[in-house]
């Protein structure tokens, strides 16, 4: 399975935009890449996720690599509730595996 | 529609001593899993199942037994309970066509 590489932590100023930076260089031609992020005490909940165009949603923008290999989770605006881990994670589609292979993820922190 | 629900929240174990984990969704979502996640850690998976009747291995599946007769439950059975078992499950389900992984609250269980 391919892997991914994320900083273990990151700070950012509230309001202000923040990029988390992610590193698949095995990626496979047909793994989704997601990011899902997990508040304290709380389940993972799905951010975004894409293939190989940008993505945007309420929540966030996804930048993914020409060649793939890396992409970036991009908050616009940071707030205290965005204080979590986010994980990116990728999604192999071949057929018969189904497997979401979670890394350590990235502890924001977020200051006021 | 309460999503995916998983009970109990808390459960205190013995060494050797069984119990089962339960995961339920209303979604009619095809695809479920767990995973665990220890203090300070990544979620790892355990096992999944893509339909009824059908399960797999995850990164992590021994000591844990899984099985699949309807679609909406995924139970995860401790046949022996151990203190390396203590941990923080979450269960996740998603429906075909939607990369959406949905998480349950997860269970806490410590292992004496």
């Known amino acids: 399975d391919a892997k991914t590489t994320q900083p273990n932590s990151m700070e950012s100023n509230e309001e202000e935009p923040v990029h988390l930076p992610c590193n698949h260089s095995?990626?496979?031609?047909?793994?989704?890449i997601h990011w899902y992020r997990q508040l304290p005490s709380q389940g993972p909940e799905y951010v975004i996720h894409?293939?190989?165009s940008n993505v945007n949603n309420r929540m966030a923008s996804l930048a993914i690599a020409e060649d793939r290999k890396s992409s970036t989770l991009i908050l616009h605006r940071a707030t205290l509730r965005d204080a979590a881990v986010y994980y990116c994670?990728?999604?192999?589609?071949?057929?018969?595996?189904?497997?979401?292979?979670f890394g350590t993820g990235t502890r924001l922190k977020v200051l006021a | 529609n309460a999503g995916v629900t998983q009970t109990p929240k808390f459960q205190v174990l013995k060494t050797g001593q069984s119990m089962t984990l339960q995961c339920a969704q209303d979604?009619?979502?095809?695809?479920m899993s767990w995973y665990r996640q220890d203090p300070g850690m990544g979620l790892r998976l355990i096992h999944y199942?893509?339909?009824?009747?059908?399960?797999d291995q995850g990164e992590v599946p021994n000591g844990y037994n899984v099985s699949r007769s309807t679609t909406e439950d995924f139970p995860l059975r401790l046949l022996s309970a151990a203190p390396s078992q203590t941990s923080v499950y979450f269960c996740?389900?998603?429906?075909?066509?939607?990369?959406?992984?949905?998480f349950g609250s997860g269970t806490q269980l410590s292992v004496l």
């Open positions: 994670i990728l999604r192999p589609t071949t057929s018969g595996t189904y497997k979401y292979i």
């Open positions: 095995t990626i496979s031609g047909t793994d989704y």
């Open positions: 894409g293939l190989t």
């Open positions: 979604m009619n979502h095809e695809y």
């Open positions: 996740a389900s998603r429906t075909p066509g939607n990369e959406k992984l949905f």
């Open positions: 199942s893509v339909g009824a009747g059908i399960t």
